[in-house]
């Protein structure tokens, strides 16, 4: 299990079942403050067939951090038979609009909004 935090987000990779879960608030400054996140996701996708991103406890996420989720989401559809499963939240607003603009960049994504 791998962890990623600070007092404001709460990222955990859990290799056995390929799931990483964000909970919290992604405010940071600049993609090259997501680096350490970008390294995990990479990381994930290396190391499975299958990736699911659970985002439904992200109560929010700056520009920066959905140009990360942009970028990573370009690379894994190029990975063949590669499925990845986003599951989100209705509940919070920035979410299924971002999302579904993910779905767009890879078609094949199941995208879960519950």
């Avoid at 799931?19 to 990479?42: H, K, M, N, W």
């Avoid at 929010?60 to 140009?67: D, K, P, Q, R, V």
Wanted: aromatic fraction near 8%; hydrophobic fraction near 40%.
């Amino acid at each position: 299990m791998n962890i990623i935090e600070d007092e404001n987000y709460h990222v955990e990779y859990k290799p056995v079942n390929g799931q990483i879960t964000f909970t919290g608030t992604l405010r940071l400054g600049g993609l090259s403050e997501y680096a350490p996140i970008v390294d995990c996701l990479g990381r994930a996708v290396n190391e499975s067939n299958t990736l699911t991103l659970s985002l439904k406890s992200l109560e929010f996420l700056n520009s920066s951090g959905i140009a990360m989720f942009s970028k990573f989401v370009i690379n894994a559809r190029n990975k063949p038979d590669f499925e990845l499963i986003v599951i989100g939240s209705q509940d919070i607003p920035w979410q299924s609009k971002s999302l579904n603009n993910l779905k767009r960049l890879m078609p094949a994504m199941n995208l879960i909004l519950e």
